[in-house]
């Protein structure tokens, strides 16, 4: 079965939403110049060749590349909307020299989604996030504004994107969200405890964003020379100095099941992620078409419950070395 098909049948529903997305979507933030340049012509073909293989799920923010990216995004999918469950994001605001702001204001969230549609060339977002919570605002008031849009016919779902359990249940409360996303992969499991949990209760879908580790779970980052210079992973602590020395280590397993399955560590990475539960949804990001290809692979690879217990002993919760993000932005984490 080649990826097309299988993307194309074996769809998951992101919780009580209706909203039906291929196994594994595709993240669109690094075709903004976040892990070192992308040229524009390439990035829009690679989404054309997305959309040909079945993924039907792309996710943008008003953040990447402070709207280069939702202006490529929209290119790239004009004639091709029909099936494409377009999210995108905002919350976040450029603060020149300093830490990006956020800004969770019901007249900002109006603003925001208008700005978005004017960008992506659409008439309606399927899926909008608020991108980071704003803890000066009750989320009662932001998602409010965002049930608005929903009424105005701008938006079709709410999300969230890194809230905690009880700004979940409070947004909920107000109007039904549909997916929440947050990071989760082998080496970021802190969901497991009480976000997921969460989410499976009140019904809402959970989008996994880097689930590859920012490539590290590929087992081709190896040393920071691999990188351009302007990639913001030399600035991530698990990619520096003792913490990569150390998580390198956490990769045998991982090769070691590739070799015996003949696919790549990424793709037994996102297995993993997509055995986890089918109300789960990764969306790796790439540049470069053969990841594509590899990464819709990943809903063929069957691991064995031989498999998830031997990557589980190797990535136990909380066993990466290092932070997520450099310390300013964990602060934003977890509201």
Known sequence: MDAITHTHTHRRRLGASGLSVCPVGLGCMGLSGVYGEAEDAASEE??????DRGVNHLDSSDMYGWGHNETLVGRAIKGRREGVVLATKFGQIRREG?????????????????????????????????????????????????????????????????????????????????????????WTRDVEHEILPTCRELGIGFVAYSPLGRGFLTAKIRTLDVLEKDDRRRAMPRYQGDNLTRNLRL??????????????????ALAWVLAR???????????????????????RVEL???DMAALERAFPPDVAAGERYPAEQMKRLGL
């Open 98 to 186: 300093q830490p990006n702001g956020v800004n969770g204001r019901p007249e900002y969230v109006q603003q925001a989604c208008e700005a978005s549609l004017a960008r992506l060339g659409e008439q309606v977002i399927d899926l909008y996030y608020q991108h980071r919570v704003d803890p000066s605002v009750p989320i009662e008031e932001t998602v409010g504004a965002m049930a608005r849009l929903k009424e105005q016919g701008k938006i079709r779902h709410l999300g969230l994107s890194e809230a905690a359990p009880q700004t979940i249940r409070r947004a909920h409360a107000v109007h039904p969200i549909a997916a929440l996303q947050t990071e989760y992969s082998l």
């Open 277 to 299: 539960g089918r109300d789960i949804v990764p969306i790796p990001g790439t540049k470069r078409r053969a990841y594509l290809d590899e990464n819709a692979v990943a809903a």
């Open 46 to 51: 690679l989404i054309r060749a997305a959309i």
């Open 251 to 268: 990769l045998d397993t991982i090769e070691t099941i590739a070799h015996a399955k003949r696919c790549t560590p990424a793709a037994v």
């Open 304 to 306: 064995s419950p031989d």
